[in-house]
Nanobody, 124 residues
Framework: QIQPVESGGGSVQAGGSLRLSCTAPQYIGSRGMAWFRQGPGKEERELVASIAWNSQNIAYLDSVKGRFTIARDNVKNTVILQMSRLNSEDTALYYC?????????????????WGQGTQVTVSS
């Protein structure tokens, strides 16, 4: 068992952009992948975006639709989350997640492996 590894978090002003990247060589190409986040003071992680092994069945949290884009490159073994027009509500610890199967990740209950998380802080 090897955790996926995230990178690309940081601090940005409202309206700015960030690109998160996740590497998971053992799983890319065969598993659904997703990004979750846990905001300050919140007990649960919320599903931000998910994508099936073949880049189909992409889904987004309503509040990020039109601003965030999830994509995967099974040759480079990476999944990215491109975030734009960020606002303070997007401030959170963002986690890369590997699903138990090939389809898109629908909830935390079907996550097999979690990354350590990468912090995104948006200041107004």
């Amino acid at each position: 068992q090897i955790q996926p590894v995230e990178s690309g978090g940081g601090s940005v002003q409202a309206g700015g952009s960030l690109r998160l990247s996740c590497t998971a060589p053992q799983y890319i190409g065969s598993r659904g992948m997703a990004w979750f986040r846990q905001g300050p003071g919140k007990e649960e992680r919320e599903l931000v975006a998910s994508i099936a092994w073949n880049s189909q069945n992409i889904a987004y949290l309503d509040s990020v639709k039109g601003r965030f884009t999830i994509a995967r490159d099974n040759v480079k073994n990476t999944v990215i989350l491109q975030m734009s027009r960020l606002n303070s509500e997007d401030t959170a610890l963002y986690y890369c997640a590997v699903g138990r199967g090939a389809d898109s990740v629908a909830s935390a209950s079907v996550v097999a492996y979690w990354g350590q998380g990468t912090q995104v802080t948006v200041s107004s």
